[in-house]
């Protein structure tokens, strides 16, 4: 996304090239064109453009992607760090 | 065949923008969440996919063997799971309803369709969902203010709780103004990328504005206490709209968490303790 750009270099996004295969289906389903195809493998373009929607990963035939997905709301994180200290789940977060 | 959720609004444009189409709806039960937010937390996903596939017997109902799945399904489905169990070969289609009928009539989507955008229209449009998230905090946040307002020399004084809590309400209020409206709206405008900052901004900026027009009834301390209020408020309801953002990551959220939360805690202290203070060395 060209307009708004979030926090540099905090994104989880890996793709490792020696089992990509090139069938492209990760620059598809990427909302933000974060993707794209360079010969028959994929290429990572805009790394910071990454919302780590796990959308690539989840469609990914060979696991080349991998990703940390989540949503991104504060009373969502909040929730997971509380239910990680407690150990139990105390908190459901947002939607 | 085009699969949807069953959150009213995503049903809504997708049968508005189908007028005209000869075409079949497939209705994933999200229990009322939209599609994104549901492929996210797992609802709308391959599972319940093939789940409803079979459900409404869809092999006997159609002879091919595709369902178009909204783009921002993908995070929950998993097309080649999706075959292997039902049959159905998933194709993605555009983000966006609107774009359902070019979508069909080239059987593709070029870039654009591909992508998300969040323009002003799009931004004002989550502001009605981000005031009623804050109801409930809200109220209970008005009491604790009302018994706090009442704290003096005598203990606690219910006339002066009457008297000192709607300016308190009143930094509530305009933190809740900044941080889930004007914040929204100003977006691109306002300077750094974390959203904790944006919301101190357009919070300071509100709370200078009102001591300007009140400096004459309030005292420093008041002052204190009402312009750090108000900015916590607005700082904490703009770091939460990250969420209903389609362009910030995580992994960024937890980390600007880390840095706005401790400011955050520090100006409500300071709030509180100044406001206590004030009526014991009026």
């Known amino acids: 996304m060209k307009e708004f750009r979030y926090i540099n270099e905090q994104v989880s996004l890996k793709l490792d090239s020696a089992t990509c295969i090139g069938c492209g289906r990760c620059t598809t389903v990427c909302p933000h064109r974060v993707l794209a195809l360079e010969g028959k493998k994929a290429k990572i373009n805009d790394f910071n453009g990454c919302i780590e929607c796990g959308a690539c990963a989840q469609n990914c035939p060979t696991g080349a992607i991998g990703v940390n997905p989540g949503t991104g709301c504060a009373a969502f994180i909040i929730a997971g760090w509380v239910n990680k200290i407690t150990g139990r789940r105390v908190m459901s977060g947002c939607c | ?282």
Not at chain 2, 86 to 105: Q, T
Not at chain 2, 122 to 139: G, S
Not at chain 2, 250 to 269: C, D, I
């Open chain 2, 1 to 282: 065949m085009l699969v949807s959720a069953n959150f009213k609004l995503s049903f809504d444009s997708l049968r508005w923008s189908l007028k005209e189409v000869d075409c079949w709806l497939l209705v994933l039960d999200t229990r009322g969440i939209n599609v994104w937010c549901a492929a996210g937390k797992g609802s709308f996903g391959s599972d319940e996919l093939v789940y409803s596939v079979n459900a409404a017997g869809l092999a006997e109902v159609v002879e091919h063997r595709e369902l178009i799945v909204p783009q921002l399904g993908a995070p929950g489905v998993d097309g080649a799971k999706v075959r292997k169990e039902s049959g159905f070969k998933v194709v993605y289609g555009p983000v966006r309803a609107d774009d359902i009928k070019k979508f069909l009539e080239q059987n593709s989507c070029d870039e654009k369709m591909r992508s998300v955008t969040f323009n002003l229209a799009e931004r004002a449009i989550l502001i009605p969902v981000e005031l009623y998230l804050t109801i409930k905090p809200l109220l209970i946040t008005l009491v604790i203010l009302f018994i706090i307002s009442g704290i003096g020399p005598n203990l606690f004084s219910f006339t002066a709780a009457l008297a000192r809590s709607p300016f308190f309400i009143g930094a509530t209020l305009l933190g809740v103004v900044s941080g889930a409206i004007a914040t929204p709206l100003l977006l691109p405008l306002l300077p750094w990328r974390q959203f904790w900052l944006k919301g101190v901004i357009v919070g300071g900026v509100g709370g200078v504005i009102s001591w300007w027009l009140l400096q004459e009834r309030i005292q420093v301390l008041e002052t204190i206490a009402f312009l750090s209020w108000s900015t916590t408020i607005a700082s904490y309801l703009a770091m939460n709209f990250t969420g209903a953002t389609p362009f910030t990551s995580p992994s960024g959220v937890e980390y600007e968490m880390r840095r706005g939360l401790p400011v955050q805690a520090g100006l409500t202290v300071l709030a509180a303790v100044t406001w206590i203070t004030t009526p014991f060395i009026r």
